[in-house]
Structure formats: C-alpha cells, structure tokens
C-alpha cells in the first residue's frame, strides 16, 4: 500500500532502528532488544475524542512498518510490554504492521520489543531492521465518489488536525488547505477523476501533477459548478494540501 506523507514539516514519524552509534559498534545485539514507544501513543492520544463533526469528511491516519535493511527476515517475534503484560504485533508481507492500534493505545511506559535470535551476536553498528511510524490526515471515504460539499469540509477540518500536530506557535504560520492530492494505492493503476455537474455533465478541470500524483485547486471546482468529484482507475487516498508552491517549499523538492 502507498502511504504518502505530505507536508514534511507536519510530518510525524518515529524511527527505531538497530543500528547503534559507532562507539558502540563492537557491542552485539541480544535475542530481546526493546525501545521505549511513549511518544507514538502520546501523540495518538492528541486525537481521541474528536467532535464527530470534525471527523465526517477527514481523520487522522496512522501506518507503521518494520523495514528489513539487511535482507534478513523479520523478527521471530514484535511484541509491545508494558510491565509483564505483552501484545504481540502482526504483519503483512510488506512489513506493515496491522494491528496498528496496540501502538497507538499501548499505555505510558510501554516498549517496542523484537525477538530475534538470528540477529543475536552480529554488531549493533550494522542497519539491519527500522521500525518507523507515520501520521498523516486522509479524506475518509476512497470509494470513488466525493461531493463538494464534503471536499470543502475536509479542507477547513484538515487544518484543526494540523493544528494538533504542532507546537502553538507553529500553528499560527499553517497554511491554509486548498487543493485535494490523488495518489494510487497501487503504483500500476492509472487514478484519474472526472468532474460533474448537477446534471452529469462532465466539466474540464485542469489538474498539476506532484510527484506522480494528481492535483487539483478546490476553487476551480467550485468555480466551475462542480457538484462532485469521481475517481476512478483503481484504489486511491485523497488528501487535503496547501497549494503546491507552498508544498514544495516544505518538502525542499523531496517527494
């Protein structure tokens, strides 16, 4: 699945990895190695209880991967303790972590754990796994249809979740959201949308790519009529951004 974080300096990601500085290289790893993970359900915790009207159109959504960087396997097992209660994690082929929410509601003191006895003895120095997690804000529904109305409300909402996301005084040079960014959940499908009015009748509306992803300014639909927005050509995730000048100006021309 193609997760895409936008605005990098919203960006919320926590890397754990078992590579250790080189003053510690000549130490090995041991079966059990454990990191503390109170900042990830800290930060989840931000966006609980949420009046359901900030939460109809868009919400915040959490990913997390365990990156193989040795080509090794995963872990025998991932677990997170809390005291002597333990929760194991599973995954799916790609390393992503499904149930997501052992991170997110783990409880104050709780640790990422790994199992992994293959790795036992070999120098912490060398990469050979990364845990990371990201946070991103995604328009709910993916079902290939979105009326305006709910568009607009996603956009205004995006902000309040930004908003949470960052230091007060940061919150006060966020920029608005105004345009909706396309990506294919699959890199093999073609996404491409079709604008319509009241009466079915499909409306030019001219897009700007980023990064491979289609994008489009929320005002050219309103000017135009728009009633709703259709996507089509595969799985998808909508998400409200600023407007591409300002994007590229905080992801310094990364994608």
């Known amino acids: 699945m193609k997760y895409l974080i936008v605005p990098i300096i919203f960006l919320t990601c926590f890397k754990m990895t078992y590579a250790e500085s080189k003053e510690e290289s000549i130490n090995l790893r041991e079966e059990i190695s454990c990191f503390p993970i109170s900042g990830i359900s800290d930060f989840a915790r931000k966006f609980e209880n949420i009046k359901s009207s900030r939460t109809d159109s868009v919400d915040m959504f959490f990913e997390a991967h365990l990156k193989i960087k040795d080509g090794g396997l995963l872990p025998e097992r991932v677990y997170i303790k809390n005291q002597e209660n333990e929760y194991d994690l599973s995954f799916s082929q790609n390393g992503k972590v499904v149930n997501i929410e052992k991170i997110t509601k783990a409880e104050n003191g709780s640790e990422l754990c790994a199992y992994d006895p293959l790795r036992a003895g070999t120098p912490k120095g060398?990469?050979?796994?990364?845990?990371?997690?990201?946070?991103?804000?995604?328009?709910?529904?993916?079902?290939?249809?979105?009326?305006?109305?709910s568009l607009k409300d996603g956009l205004k909402d995006s902000r309040f979740f930004y908003k949470k996301m960052v230091p007060a005084p940061t919150s006060l040079f966020l920029p608005k959201f105004t345009h909706l960014l396309i990506s294919a959940v699959n890199d093999k499908d073609s996404i491409y949308f079709e604008a319509k009015n009241k009466d079915n009748d499909k409306l030019p509306i001219e897009s700007e790519n980023y990064c491979?992803?289609?994008?489009?300014?929320?005002?050219?639909?309103?000017?135009?009529?728009?009633?709703?927005?259709?996507?089509?050509?595969?799985?998808?995730?909508?998400?409200?951004?600023?407007?591409l000048e300002k994007l590229t100006s905080i992801m310094g021309g990364e994608c």
């Open 212 to 243: 491979a992803n289609e994008v489009i300014k929320f005002k050219d639909l309103e000017n135009a009529d728009v009633e709703g927005l259709y996507i089509k050509g595969g799985s998808y995730l909508l998400y409200p951004i600023p407007d």
């Open 126 to 149: 060398e990469d050979a796994l990364e845990f990371d997690m990201d946070a991103d804000v995604i328009f709910i529904k993916n079902n290939g249809y979105h009326h305006v109305s």
